[in-house]
């Protein structure tokens, strides 16, 4: 089982429609990065979480430490917003500093 | 100001050849991490260095070795390639580590034959 799961895998949706999608954990970590990638392989930062909950324009970023999950949501999708959306954690504890990386979740918006 | 650069975008290298890849962090950046991205797959991490000290290495044979350097650039080396390195490898850059905003650079897709 991976460390970092998320769902869905793929999801295509209407523009305008809430979209959210999902990170579940099974490792306590100390910080949680939502990022989104696309074609070509460009991966940008959206958001880094320790707690609670961030906002920045239409995305949002929540997480649950105790219930080790996370959530983004994109307000009011547009077909710009279609990417490749990673979850990626970093472990507590010390070790290796690297992140560990979900599957990613292929996000199309149609118009 | 410049963001990540990677260098080459694209290479074409046969098995058992060695190959060596190079990323240039943001200015004033003293982490450099790279990740090995196989297609339809999420990243896998590589190494960290920080301080062009190594602060992490994943799950990776020893033919995969890396650098950082004064200048806080870094190089990535593998030797013998074999057929499964064919991937797109990717440099990340932050002020300290994974515990920040990290900064990605384009990529160098590398295909062995």
């Known amino acids: 089982k991976n460390e970092v799961e998320q769902s869905p895998q793929n999801l295509t949706a209407q523009e305008g429609e809430f979209i959210t999608i999902n990170c579940s954990y099974s490792v306590g970590i100390s910080a949680l990065h939502w990022l989104q990638q696309h074609p070509g392989g460009g991966i940008v930062s959206l958001f880094m979480?320790?707690?609670g909950k961030k906002k920045h324009g239409r995305l949002i970023a929540t997480i649950n430490i105790q219930e080790k999950h996370s959530s983004l949501h994109i307000t009011a999708s547009h077909p710009r917003d279609s990417a490749v959306y990673i979850c990626a954690v970093r472990r507590s504890g010390g070790g290796a500093d690297g992140l560990t990386f979900g599957k990613g979740t292929h996000l199309i918006i149609q118009p | 100001d410049a963001g990540v650069t990677q260098s080459p975008t694209h290479l074409i290298k046969t098995r058992g050849q060695h190959v060596t890849l190079r990323c240039s962090p943001i200015?004033?950046?003293?982490?450099v991490s790279w990740y090995q991205q196989v297609l339809g797959q999420g990243p896998q991490f590589i190494f960290q260095y920080y301080e062009k000290e190594e602060r992490g290495r994943g799950n990776f044979p020893d033919r995969f070795s890396a650098r950082q350097f004064p200048n806080y650039s870094s190089e990535l080396n593998v030797n013998a390639l074999l057929l499964g390195d064919s991937a797109l490898y990717l440099c990340?850059?932050?002020?300290?580590?994974?515990?920040?905003?990290?900064?990605f650079g384009p990529g160098t897709r590398l295909l062995v034959l």
């Open positions: 979480l320790s707690s």
């Open positions: 200015s004033g950046h003293k982490s």
């Open positions: 990340a850059s932050s002020l300290r580590g994974s515990k920040e905003t990290q900064y």
